[in-house]
């Protein structure tokens, strides 16, 4: 099989699987799936908001659906993880399936999509939007677009930054699809950034001293410097440096022991007994 036919496949099984999990873990308010193939098998992570009912009493509902993965697509050891969503407002597809639910009970659209706008941007969001399609309130269809904050629409970074989640309300009318973007809080955005004056970045970058420089020596030469032979001090010169430093202690000595000449001109001292 080619690359490109494997890569397809491996969409199209996991867009089925999401799917699937959409229509059975509806009452345990789903918010989405991730799959990761290893070695050991597939491990499959679901987000819900109530994962007790996911698991089921003594596990009942994890092991019937994963029985139920092994058969349909033929999962290589399908292994599945519950976890359970914080905080649900900052889930796409939570609020999507929130939302329809709400336009099945008969909400009008605008209250329904402002209500769950607020929501999610109290919740802390940097962004979020909200699309509603379909036969709203009429036999024709169109579209309603509720929008508040930062969304990016384009480029590789939609991928990593943006949520996104998708939902069917079903009315007499007709259906209704409701699209919800969120861009989480904490996120890095690609145009945020900031431009640093010149003279602030010239002062800010440390000096270095002469007290930060390390000499770092070659092994090379720390091995030169002690293979180096040490001088030998003969005898003779031992001797000479002896009679030099007796030498240098006598003259001291007699320094030290001379007599203090009297200055010229001073007065003779007085003789007894003279003339």
Known sequence: MAVEKKFVQDGLQKAMMNECFM?????????GM??????MGTQITIYAEKPGMVIGRAGKTIRKLTQDLDTQFNLDNPQIDVQEVEKPELNA????????????RGWYFRKAGRVTLQRIMHAGALGCEIVISGKIT???KRIEKFLDGYIK????????????????????????????????????????FNVID???????TPKETS????????PEEIAKFEDKPKKEISKAEKVDKEKKGTKEEVQ????????????PGSKKSKVKGGK
């Open 23 to 31: 229509k059975r873990l509806s009452r345990s308010s789903y918010g």
């Open 34 to 39: 991730k799959m990761t193939r290893t070695p």
């Open 93 to 104: 597809q939570m609020m999507a399936t929130g939302l329809a639910n709400a336009l099945e």
């Open 138 to 140: 009429g036999p024709r």
């Open 153 to 192: 629409h384009a480029g590789e970074s939609v991928e990593q930054i943006v949520d996104a989640g998708y939902a069917v309300a079903t009315k007499k009318l007709g259906t209704i699809g409701v699209k919800v973007r969120i861009v989480p809080p904490g996120v890095k955005l690609p145009d945020d």
């Open 198 to 204: 010149k003279e602030k970045a010239i002062e800010e």
């Open 211 to 218: 007290e930060d420089k390390v000499v770092v020596k070659k």
């Open 252 to 263: 001291n000595k007699k320094s030290k022991t001379k007599p203090k000449e009297k200055a």
